[in-house]
């Protein structure tokens, strides 16, 4: 067995890459993702797993990743804002965030998309309820949240009626 | 803010023997952790004193085999919820949603979705109070190994109790200990001498105490069995909070009816968010014994379960609620037809 350490070797699996790094066992999931890959998009507001803002995906589910170890998502499959438009093309759910001015200042919004594509990646036909439930946990402060629920049944509307 | 959690050492427990053996070398300096949504924050905030020490060291007993088993044994006719099992694994169980409904109702009422995706059964078992003057470093409360306690003169309106008062006057946070609680529900416990029993209605200490369980500094829970209720047993699971989303219970209950016909022949009621442990209404149970319910009888027997207690200058108010959420909780568990009952 490995002992406790300080520092430990992990390998983090972001949005379809490997990557092999040393990382102090005190660094949160959100601190390796922003500090050490560069990957910004995921925000840290509160950094106390309660405005949301820091929302990624680990095996699927919605997690602050302001309140996890990186340790502890070592080898499981993580997701980030980064990773969800394909090949420069934004995600449907990005771009009905846009068209239904579904953000204001935006610095919820990457939490916001991460909650949301937890549901959607589970559900399509989604209810009013099974939305608001979804982003229970995430903060606007702007007050958005009725366009982000409209933005989200229009996209569950639009799919559907696209067969 | 960059690294807000203090340096300290982490190891991965792959057994509940080297749990065990690491809790055993590095002592008060460990402290276990699964899903760490309480642990970390009370970390990043520096909440310690004489008797909090800070943690040095933690060990990960969230990937242990055994800790993260959900399954319902049918021979034994129980549940066996491996204390590492998340929120949502659990509320999202197939078996828990059909045979034990009130589990998943007080799953789904805790926090987030994003809590309920890392928090474990254990980690909620086990949470430490949910007090602002306990979670800020400002205030040295008793929990922490001070005098007093701040919210007695303070600002006690919410998340404090009415019953049960002792030194301290937190209100148990946990939605799903007073649902584990009302099935009657027996942990298994990993200590230094191996392994060991206790019902949960054991588990919880009184507000004399400065821990809020039974857990010595070397012990973790490994699992919750929970005993499958009587075929015409009927439950439900109601809470009260501020806002209908992401906060903590100003007052809950749960309620496990057996019935024979319409008669009641026997139940469970457990309180939850007004005392400092979940709160076994013995007086309300005796009372519905061999009782046709109604809404009158749920009524007066909800009054009851509010028993001898006094509340604080400010949350006398809470007398009242703990009677509504009992009397709907009563009334929902009636009306409820659990699949078992085919």
Known sequence: MAGPSVTKQVAL???????????????????????????????????????????????????????????????????????????GKLDPLQQALMDEDGLQCGFCTPGMIMSLKALLNRKTDVSRRDVREAIAG?????????????????????????? | MLNEIPRLEHADASSIEEARSLLAAYGEKAKVIAGGT????????????????????????????ELTVLRYDEARQSLRIGAAVTLTQLEESAIVREKFPLIS??????????????????????QRPWCWYFRNAAFNCFKKGGEGCDAVTGEHQYYFSVNGLGVCVMSHPSDLAPALMALGSELEIASKSGSKRIALDRFFLGAREVHETILGPDEFIVAVNVPCPAVAARMAFVKNRIRDTWDFSLASAAVVLEMSGAVCTGSRIVLGGLAPF????LDAEEMLRNSRIDKDVA??????AAGKAKGLRMNKYKLGLGAVVVRDA?????????????
């Not at chain 1, 903060?139 to 696209?162: D, F, Q, T």
């Not at chain 2, 009563?330 to 085919?342: E, F, N, S, V």
């Open chain 2, 278 to 281: 979940p709160y076994r209404a």
């Open chain 2, 105 to 126: 109702q007080a799953c789904s009422s805790v926090a987030t979705p994003q809590i309920r995706n890392v928090g474990t059964v254990g980690g909620n078992l086990c």
């Open chain 1, 13 to 87: 699996f972001v949005n379809g890459k490997t990557y092999s790094l040393e990382i102090e066992s005190r660094t949160t999931l959100a601190e390796a993702l922003r500090e050490r890959l560069d990957l910004t998009g995921t925000k840290v507001g509160c950094n106390r797993a309660e405005c949301g803002t820091c929302t990624v995906l680990v095996d699927g589910r919605a997690v602050y990743s302001c309140t996890m170890l990186a340790v502890h998502a070592a080898g499981k499959n993580i997701q980030t804002i980064e990773g969800v438009a394909q090949a």
């Open chain 2, 299 to 304: 009524t007066r027997t909800a009054q009851k």
């Open chain 2, 330 to 342: 009563i009334l929902a568990a009636l009306a409820c037809q659990a699949d078992m009952r085919r």
């Open chain 2, 38 to 65: 309480d642990l970390l924050g009370l970390i990043k905030d520096r909440i310690s004193g004489p008797k909090m020490p800070m943690p040095e060291v933690l060990i990960n007993i969230g990937a242990i085999p």
């Open chain 1, 138 to 163: 995430n903060y606007c402060r702007c007050g958005a949240y009725p366009n982000i629920v409209e933005a989200v049944l229009k996209l569950g509307r639009n799919s559907s009626g696209a067969g």
